[in-house]
């Protein structure tokens, strides 16, 4: 890791610690916990192709809920320790939403920039994330939401289902994406019909 990058991992960690965000063994990944098995989550990607001179950071807020990454875990072991299940660039949660970096320069005034970023976290990112950590929305607006990818949803959704009491509601989701990529050889419908949908069924719920 270049000195840049150490210094705005440095920077950023106290920035956002007052929000109650604590790094990870992964650089650039920080969890805020929210109680109720909730949590946010802080990711800094990185772009580098103005290094040494300055670094530019893609900040991405999510927010997930252990219970739901437990059962994924089991169904989808790939499946990354405190992964948020929904996340969004927070330039996407300000007023004008669009694609936002920060960049942070070599030759100084990187502490006013994590400033800045964490500002922006605690007035934008915040509310996206304490929507979704309330576990009757997230559980609700899941079914709807854009921010899922397509390959996420049918991965997802019957997980919320089943937790929420709707297994049968689940088990027809599994059995409908099951038909849609039957026929399909891409890495998803493999996966799907080989790992997922076999586990799903097994389960003991």
Not at 89 to 100: F, I
Not at 108 to 122: C, H, M, R, S, W
Not at 130 to 147: N, P, V
């Amino acid at each position: 890791m270049s000195g840049l990058n150490k210094e705005v991992q440095r920077a950023v960690k106290a920035a956002v610690h007052p929000l109650g965000f604590s790094a990870t063994r992964t650089r650039g990944i920080f969890i805020q916990k929210r109680g109720e098995g909730a949590f946010g989550w802080l990711g800094l990607n990185d772009n580098d192709t103005d290094m040494p001179r300055s670094l530019n950071i893609n900040p991405v807020v999510g927010a997930g809920h252990e219970r739901v990454l437990q059962v994924l875990a089991e169904l989808d072991p790939d499946n990354g320790e405190y992964a948020p299940v929904i996340s969004q660039n927070l330039g996407y949660t300000m007023p004008e939403p669009t694609y936002r970096t920060w960049r942070f320069f070599r030759d100084g005034g990187v502490d006013a920039t994590a400033e800045d970023l964490a500002a922006n976290l605690t007035a934008y990112g915040e509310p996206f994330i304490a929507q979704w950590a309330d576990w009757g929305r997230f559980s609700t607006e899941i079914e709807t939401t854009d921010l899922l990818h397509e390959y996420t949803r049918c991965v997802v959704i019957p997980v919320v289902r089943v937790l929420n009491g709707r297994l049968k509601d689940a088990f027809e989701m599994v059995e409908a994406e099951l038909a849609r990529v039957a026929e399909s050889q891409d890495v998803y419908a493999m996966f799907y019909r080989d790992e997922y949908a076999v586990r799903f069924r097994a389960r003991k719920w």
